[in-house]
């Protein structure tokens, strides 16, 4: 895809943990666990994907400690750095990944991000990373309730930029993301900056 109906090129929207900012709990639980597999468990059955989801919709922080805390007290001040050391799970751009956006923007291309993150830790993102400067637009999960792949964050996303699906780039690293925009939206699953380059540039946008 090149241009969409009536020449006008295609809006491109990026994801932005694992596409442009490399997050995971990890980098902030290996510095708090000796054991490899303790801490394995504990994000699986203390501070699991479903339960950080749920901030990414918008449930507050301190809500989810006392919840997490009440399933497993003894971990208290585990779950409590979830959020009080949150920015050591970001441990920094994806750089070759901020490249293609950097050329993209220079390109002329219309930017936008749609994500999955809580309200109360992605300030913590863009007081970090400015290139998030870049965008035209960032649709925040939490700020509207919605998390992908929830078709409606999609539709949601393209009554705000005013682009039917065919005329959108969309990016992610998570396949059921990938699936769930490849109902509409020309969909790119992530796997690293050189393999995005190749696939931006079938299309002819870099």
């Given at each position: 895809?090149?241009?969409?109906?009536?020449?006008?090129?295609?809006?491109?929207?990026?994801?932005?943990?694992?596409v442009l900012i490399d997050w995971n709990p990890r980098h902030l639980y290996r510095k708090l666990f000796d054991d490899?597999?303790?801490m394995e468990w504990f994000l699986a059955e203390v501070c699991h994907t479903a339960w950080n989801e749920e901030q990414d919709r918008g449930r507050a922080f301190a809500g989810a400690v006392e919840?997490?805390?009440?399933?497993?007290?003894?971990?208290?001040?585990l779950i409590a750095a979830y959020f009080e050391r949150w920015d050591e799970m970001m441990a920094g751009p994806i750089e070759g990944a901020v490249a293609i956006l950097e050329e993209l923007e220079n390109a002329g291309?219309?930017?936008?991000a749609l994500t999955n993150w809580s309200a109360e830790t992605f300030p913590f993102a863009r007081d970090r990373f400015a290139f998030l400067e870049r965008f035209e637009s960032i649709l925040v999960s939490a700020d509207v309730g919605l998390i992908k792949p929830d078709p409606r964050i999609f539709e949601l996303l393209l009554a705000r930029i005013g682009r039917a699906p065919a005329e959108c780039v969309y990016i992610d690293d998570n396949p059921k993301n990938v699936a769930a925009a490849a109902l509409g939206l020309d969909a790119i699953a992530f796997e690293g900056a050189d393999q995005l380059r190749v696939a931006l540039a079938r299309r002819a946008l870099l």
């Amino acid at each position: 895809m090149a241009q969409s109906g009536g020449g006008r090129r295609p809006a491109i929207v990026f994801d932005l943990g694992g596409v442009l900012i490399d997050w995971n709990p990890r980098h902030l639980y290996r510095k708090l666990f000796d054991d490899e597999a303790r801490m394995e468990w504990f994000l699986a059955e203390v501070c699991h994907t479903a339960w950080n989801e749920e901030q990414d919709r918008g449930r507050a922080f301190a809500g989810a400690v006392e919840e997490a805390a009440a399933r497993h007290p003894d971990h208290r001040p585990l779950i409590a750095a979830y959020f009080e050391r949150w920015d050591e799970m970001m441990a920094g751009p994806i750089e070759g990944a901020v490249a293609i956006l950097e050329e993209l923007e220079n390109a002329g291309h219309e930017l936008h991000a749609l994500t999955n993150w809580s309200a109360e830790t992605f300030p913590f993102a863009r007081d970090r990373f400015a290139f998030l400067e870049r965008f035209e637009s960032i649709l925040v999960s939490a700020d509207v309730g919605l998390i992908k792949p929830d078709p409606r964050i999609f539709e949601l996303l393209l009554a705000r930029i005013g682009r039917a699906p065919a005329e959108c780039v969309y990016i992610d690293d998570n396949p059921k993301n990938v699936a769930a925009a490849a109902l509409g939206l020309d969909a790119i699953a992530f796997e690293g900056a050189d393999q995005l380059r190749v696939a931006l540039a079938r299309r002819a946008l870099l």
